[in-house]
């Protein structure tokens, strides 16, 4: 809480989000899809990135269904805890893509994998659910870091340290992914599936969730660059998407960038209705109206007072109008 303005405020933290995919420039259709808006309340946001597999058609499919189930399960669970509900979405979206692998012809293989999260601003905390190969990194003062794990061969080879950034990048096995969503029926305590995390949220901490679109076309220090470069959050991901296409653009391109800032409450809840801040204010404006009375009621004065000078004058006209009538017919006697 701070003085700001002569006005009582508190600081809060606050969030300034951008998301958007594009298909790339091999690709014909995009098997991406992402979500980014605010849930609940102004406090919290839903982001969440989702890479569609199972082919031409079914990766597009699952996707969809996947961001339709995680919207529907999230919807007004606002008194429960944030890092439940985001892991119960994930595996909702998982099932929804299971039941419906069977009733759609030619798409048995279709699943996908996701990175979401639930930005909690009143909490500071930022609680994430992750499956697959899509990625969360931070962003701070300090520099890019990975806090996801790729669900994946060539991920495991690269987080443990075995081969480079640059060798998974280029490996001819960095797709095969031990994790996915869709495939069968499971649930929150299914080993080996959900990979959940609550991470601190401070000011000025950068947030980036992306596809390996993005991850495959630009190493740490790529991203890194751009996200510490000025701009809007719109523009770092307009950035991000342009610089992946420049690299050859070889699959579909998702990238969503959360930069958390500071706003200003008033601190009495009711301040807006009735701001002890503005009693001066209110003798001030009370001073302006009496004094536009008064010289509105002056105005009035002045008009009253020509009318009554007018007035006088024709009448004096009137009566040495008269009198010269008056010597003149008794001079004519």
Sequence with gaps: MTLHKSKLVEIMLGASVYGNTDTGLVRKNNEDAFIAQKIWDDNHWLMAVIDGLGGYEGGEVAAAIAKEAILRSVDGKQEQDCLDVIMQSVVDANNSIFYQRSTLNGLNDMGCVITASILDLEKKQLNVAHVGDTRLYLCDNKGLVKLTHDHSFVGGLE?????????????????????IVGDELKDMDTPRFIEAAVFPVSLGNQYLLCSDGLS??????????????????????????????????????????????????????????????????????????????????????????????????????????????????????
């Excluded at 987080?159 to 994790?179: F, Q």
């Excluded at 002056?298 to 006088?312: F, N, P, V, W």
């Design 159 to 179: 987080d443990e340290g075995h081969i480079s950034e640059e060798d998974a990048m280029n490996h001819p096995r960095r797709n095969l992914i031990d994790r």
């Design 216 to 333: 495959d076309m630009l190493t740490s220090a790529e991203m890194n660059s751009i996200l510490q470069k000025e701009g809007s959050v719109k523009k770092k991901v307009s950035r991000l998407i342009d610089f992946a296409n420049k690299q050859g653009g070889k699959d579909n391109i998702t990238a969503i960038v959360a930069n958390i800032i500071h706003r200003e409450y008033p601190k009495n809840p009711d301040y807006n209705k009735q701001p002890k801040g503005n009693k001066s204010k209110n003798k001030r404006n009370k001073k302006h109206k009496s004094k536009k009375n008064y010289s509105i009621q002056a105005q009035s004065e002045d008009k009253t007072r020509a009318s009554l000078y007018k007035i006088g004058f024709i009448t004096l006209i009137i009566v040495v109008v008269l009198l010269v009538l008056i010597l003149l017919s008794q001079s004519k006697l």
